[in-house]
């Protein structure tokens, strides 16, 4: 009948607009938690990696090194305008040594705000700040850190992947937010009690990357300080 045909076209209508009401709400939530996790990892690499800040996020080491790469080599020493990633006018490249070569950061002023050592690596770039290594691969667009209190991995695919004193377990980013990784029974521990317990701590070693220890995956790593 006419009627019950209009009542079963308003019936799948309704179906068919809470569902897609539901998928909108649902897809709003994950977004907004998404971003919530994103700013906790964010202020957790802000707060237990302070030697990185502020020009060595690794995004940027990752478009600086990209860049550095396509660039000729030049061993010699140069001058950069505004390089890639770093957020500096100006970076000083100095004639190349063994172990590495050495680059300025400088300012509008022309004032030395930062130095490292720069060094090609066969997946990218190694960058190296004071005791710590920082390794750029341009291929998989991923970032690792090393250093003898604290490490990271972090890749524009998976975000990222923190180690601190905090506890032995890698911290891992999901869409459901970001925890420590246990293989026991103890609950998992929020990245907002890290981020808060990180800012006044000072960080330690805590486990390895791939199941191995952080000195086997880096050569020279027992080195305490970066000298020109």
């Given amino acids: 009948m006419p009627g019950q045909e209009s009542l079963g076209f308003i019936v799948v209508a309704v179906v068919m607009v809470a569902i897609i009401a539901y998928r909108i709400v649902r897809a709003v ?3 907004r938690d998404r971003t919530r996790s994103w700013e906790k990892q964010e202020a ?3 707060a237990t990696f302070p030697e990185l800040q502020p020009y060595f996020h690794p995004r940027k080491a990752l478009d600086f090194v990209a860049a550095w790469r396509a660039r000729p080599m030049n061993p010699g020493g140069f001058e950069w305008t505004k390089p890639p990633g770093l957020g500096v006018p100006r970076a000083r490249f100095l004639a190349a040594g063994e172990k590495g070569q050495p680059v300025e950061l400088v300012d509008a002023a022309g004032a030395v705000v930062s130095r490292f050592l720069l060094l090609d690596h066969d997946e990218g770039g190694v960058i190296r700040i ?3 290594k920082l390794t750029a691969n341009v291929r998989d667009a991923a970032v690792r850190y ?3 209190e604290r ?3 972090w890749s524009r695919a998976k975000g990222w992947r923190l180690i601190t004193q905090l506890a032995d377990r890698p911290i891992d980013s999901t869409d459901r937010g970001t925890t420590f990784s246990s293989s026991s029974d103890s609950p998992s521990v929020t990245t ?3 981020a808060a317990a990180a800012t006044g701590a000072v960080l330690g ?3 390895a990357f791939d199941g191995g220890g952080a000195s086997e995956s880096w050569d020279g790593a027992s080195e305490s300080r970066t000298s020109y």
Avoid: D, I, M, Q
Wanted: hydrophobic share 35%.
């Fill in 29 to 31: 939530r994950g977004k």
């Fill in 151 to 153: 490490e990271f991995k």
């Fill in 146 to 148: 090393w250093h003898p």
């Fill in 205 to 207: 070693a805590g486990g």
């Fill in 130 to 132: 004071g005791p710590g």
């Fill in 192 to 194: 907002t009690a890290a």
């Fill in 44 to 46: 957790l690499f802000t």
